[in-house]
Every structure is written in C-alpha cells, then in structure tokens.
C-alpha cells in the first residue's frame, strides 16, 4: 500500500479522516459511489471540499494510487469528482489508479478550483 507522504490525515480540527495508517488484513475496502444528498450537513461538506483541495494539491490532473487514502471519504467523491483512470478498475485494490475529473470537480467545488 502506497503511503501519500504530504497528505494530510485528517480535516483540521475535526475527525473526519483522509488516509488510513495501515492496510486492512482481509483487503482493502471497496470503493463505491455513495449519493451525496442535498440536505448533507454542512461540517460534511466542509470534509468534502477539503478532502478534493488535499487532492488537488497533492495530484493535481495527473493519475494518482489509491494507497493509503481512506475508502469512505473517497467514495464520497467516486464515480464523479474522482473516477478510475484504468480499464478494467478494481474498486478493492490499494493499487487502483484514479484521476480527478477536473470539470466535475469545479462545478462542484468552486472554491477549490477558483482561478
């Protein structure tokens, strides 16, 4: 499992995590695209956004592991912001490769992608 040196663990001040310490023993947890509702509650969305910053920085548009990244607030983002950058993808592999879908990500994050 890939560790993202850089990237931060958490959101700053809360609990919402951004990476896992060390790889589950029975595999890694899939990735699946989860509905993000519009009556999500604002400190979620506030994990959201900069969760997609932490990315942005990190990765920008070019194709990144899923290493150590943490599968729940990935899934959050998979399957729109985030997408797979393989065929076929293995939503259970620490060593899938995403990439962020950079029109998606900025209409749904402006203030991550503000020019």
Known sequence: ??????????????????????PNKSG????????????????????????MAAL???????????????????SWLFGREVIAAEDPFDPESYEALLVIDINRAAAAFPDVFEV
């Open 1 to 22: 499992m890939t560790k993202h040196r850089g990237f931060p663990g958490r959101l700053a001040g809360t609990d919402f995590q951004f990476t896992i310490r060390r």
């Open 28 to 51: 890694a947890t899939p990735l699946i695209a989860r509905e993000r509702y519009a009556d999500r509650r604002p400190a979620d969305r506030r994990a959201d956004a900069g969760f």
């Open 56 to 74: 942005w920085e990190c990765f920008g548009d070019q194709p990144f592991e899923r290493g150590n990244l943490d599968a729940g607030r990935l």
